[in-house]
T-cell receptor, first 111, second 112 residues
Framework: AQRVTQPEKLLSVFKGAPVELKCNYSYSGSPELFWYVQYSRQRLQLLLRHISRESIKGFTADLNKGETSFHLKKPFAQEEDSAMYYCALSGHNQAGTALIFGKGTTLSVSS | EPEVTQTPSHQVTQMGQEVILRCVPISNHLYFYWYRQILGQKVEFLVSFYNNEISEKSEIFDDQFSVERPDGSNFTLKIRSTKLEDSAMYFC??????????FGSGTRLTVV
C-alpha cells in the first residue's frame, strides 16, 4: 500500500536549534518524494523535491531508500519557519499521478 | 511568478445545494488536480485531469463530484448535492508532468 507517515503532529523548538521533521514512506515502485509547506492562512507551497537535491530556505532532505525515509532537516531554525509541513510522494516518472500526503507536522519555532 | 487562482475563497451553501468551485491553472500546465483538506486532517487527493478527461480519481470522488475544463482556461469542481461532510478546504493544483505541482490558495466550503 502507498503510504506516507509523519509520526509527529507537533514539533516545538527554540530559535537556533536544529530541526528534523520525520517522514517515512511505503511504496512498491520507485517514488518521487516532496516536502510541501503551508504557512498560516497561505497556500501549499513546494519546498523540496528529492530529485533536485537542492536546499531551500536552509532546509535539506535526503532520500534513504534503505530506511524508506525522507526526513527534512535544518541546522538552525528561524521563527519564520513556523508552519505546517507535509511530506508527499508520487510515482517516479509517472506524469499526472496523484500526490499522497502525510498527515503533516506543525513546526513551532519560538524565541 | 505564475499562480493557480481559485474562486471564491469562501463559499457557504445549504445542504443539498449544488456548488461549483473554480480554478484557473497556470497557462502552460497540462495536468490538473483537485485535493481537499477537512479541518484538522490531511490533504486528500480527489481527482486528476489530463487531455480533457479524468486520469485518476480517489474513492472520495463519487458520483456527486464532477470536473470540467469548459473553456480551456478554467477548471471546475462541481458537487451536485452537498452534504455536511463536504465541508473542507478544496485545493486546485496544476503541473507540467511528474514534478511538484503548484497549488492554489484554496476555497473554503462550508455546508450548513
Amino acid at each position: 500500500a502507498q503510504r506516507v507517515t509523519q509520526p509527529e503532529k507537533l514539533l516545538s523548538v527554540f530559535k537556533g536549534a536544529p530541526v528534523e521533521l520525520k517522514c517515512n514512506y511505503s511504496y512498491s515502485g520507485s517514488p518521487e518524494l516532496f516536502w510541501y509547506v503551508q504557512y498560516s492562512r497561505q497556500r501549499l507551497q513546494l519546498l523540496l523535491r528529492h530529485i533536485s537535491r537542492e536546499s531551500i530556505k536552509g532546509f535539506t532532505a535526503d532520500l534513504n531508500k534503505g530506511e524508506t525515509s525522507f526526513h527534512l532537516k535544518k541546522p538552525f531554525a528561524q521563527e519564520e519557519d513556523s508552519a505546517m509541513y507535509y511530506c508527499a510522494l508520487s510515482g517516479h516518472n509517472q506524469a499526472g499521478t496523484a500526490l499522497i500526503f502525510g498527515k503533516g507536522t506543525t513546526l513551532s519555532v519560538s524565541s | 511568478e505564475p499562480e493557480v487562482t481559485q474562486t471564491p475563497s469562501h463559499q457557504v451553501t445549504q445542504m443539498g445545494q449544488e456548488v461549483i468551485l473554480r480554478c484557473v491553472p497556470i497557462s502552460n500546465h497540462l495536468y490538473f488536480y483537485w485535493y481537499r483538506q477537512i479541518l484538522g486532517q490531511k490533504v486528500e487527493f480527489l481527482v486528476s485531469f489530463y487531455n480533457n478527461e479524468i486520469s485518476e480519481k480517489s474513492e472520495i470522488f463519487d458520483d456527486q463530484f464532477s470536473v470540467e475544463r469548459p473553456d480551456g482556461s478554467n477548471f471546475t469542481l462541481k458537487i451536485r448535492s452537498t452534504k455536511l461532510e463536504d465541508s473542507a478546504m478544496y485545493f486546485c493544483a496544476s503541473g507540467k508532468g511528474s514534478n511538484g505541482y503548484t497549488f492554489g490558495s484554496g476555497t473554503r466550503l462550508t455546508v450548513v
